[in-house]
């Protein structure tokens, strides 16, 4: 199993220019999240799904949007970036059927917006 | 509002010795706290955990204290290997339906040999 996967794992964008981060696991997962970590800001959740076809705001939604294409994947959008979007990108999942609430991580994308 | 806090950045110790991480929470209806470990270039780890309905687990060298009274937490190390050098993460989860974790700044933890 691979787990939880992201792509790319850099990115140089410009001001104004747009990208897709995607993120896929393995695992059956109902619920997938996004997040963002910045230094001295701890781990901050953009957007959540619980299941296909569902996604929720979390606390720093602004500036992104997500798909949650099927059960496997959940993928973030930036439309037009901004360099206070400069940041690492980790997607998660986890499986709400068993008691631990344990999320599983991706290895991060390190996103620069210039 | 902040309201799982780790209000130390860091620790360091001498390998062997315990290591004691702290975190505090404001919310009242978190039910159920976990610690994370994160290497640099990696994603979290998940590390041990906790429901509100008990004080302490354990696992290995790892130990989770709960007091629920202060809203207090702790992961106690022993012994601190120069391997658990990394930032950790205190999480904590409402209440109810959601699997929503909210997350502490971390803590850097250095073990020195």
């Known amino acids: 199993n691979a787990g939880v996967t992201q792509t790319p794992k850099f990115q140089v964008l410009k001001t104004g220019q747009s990208m897709t981060l995607q993120c896929a696991q393995d695992m059956n997962h109902n619920s997938m999240y996004w997040y963002r970590q910045d230094p001295g800001m701890g781990l901050r959740l953009i957007y959540y799904?619980?299941?296909?076809?569902?996604?929720d705001k979390g606390e720093v939604p602004n500036g992104y949007n997500v798909s949650r294409l099927n059960k496997r994947e959940f993928s973030l959008r930036l439309e037009s970036a901004a360099p206070s979007q400069t940041s690492v990108y980790f997607c998660?999942?986890?499986?709400?059927?068993?008691?631990?609430?344990?999320?599983?991580f991706g290895p991060g994308t390190r996103l620069t917006v210039t | 509002d902040q309201q799982v806090k780790q209000n130390s950045p860091s620790l360091s110790v001498q390998e062997g010795r315990i290591s004691i991480l702290n975190c505090d929470y404001t919310?009242?209806?978190?039910?159920?706290f976990l610690w994370y470990k994160k290497y640099p270039a990696e994603g979290p780890t998940f590390l041990i955990s906790i429901s509100s309905i008990k004080d302490k687990n354990e696992d290995g060298r790892f130990t989770v204290f709960l007091n629920k009274s202060a809203k207090h937490l702790s992961l106690h190390i022993v012994p601190s290997q120069p391997g658990d050098s990394a930032v950790y993460f205190c999480?904590?989860?409402?209440?109810?339906?959601?699997?929503?974790?909210?997350f502490g700044k971390g803590m850097k933890l250095t073990v020195n040999p």
């Open positions: 998660a999942s986890s499986d709400r059927d068993r008691y631990s609430y344990e999320q599983y």
């Open positions: 999480a904590a989860k409402t209440q109810g339906g959601s699997e929503k974790l909210v």
């Open positions: 919310n009242s209806m978190f039910d159920y």
């Open positions: 799904s619980a299941s296909e076809g569902t996604t």
